[in-house]
């Protein structure tokens, strides 16, 4: 089981370092990795709170999210998920 968990920790790790750009892999890497707050990363990084959302979540045009971390690693790793 152990070795199940380091396989798939190296795989979301891989698709962090892989399908997304610099500027939301630091934001990704600083909010689940280390911790911080969107407020903490937003400060550390200088920008509002309200760059680091959209970096990570993304922006919603017309319903419809697009460019945010979460999705670029979700579809990066839908072979993980089993039906």
Known sequence: MKGEFED???QVRHAVATALTDKQREAIELFFFEGLS?????????VSQQVIQKRIY???????VIGGALARLREA???LVTS
């Open 8 to 10: 798939l920790d190296q």
């Open 58 to 64: 993304g922006a919603n045009r017309g319903g419809v």
């Open 38 to 46: 969107q407020s903490e990363i937003a400060r550390k990084l200088g």
């Open 77 to 79: 790793l839908a072979h």
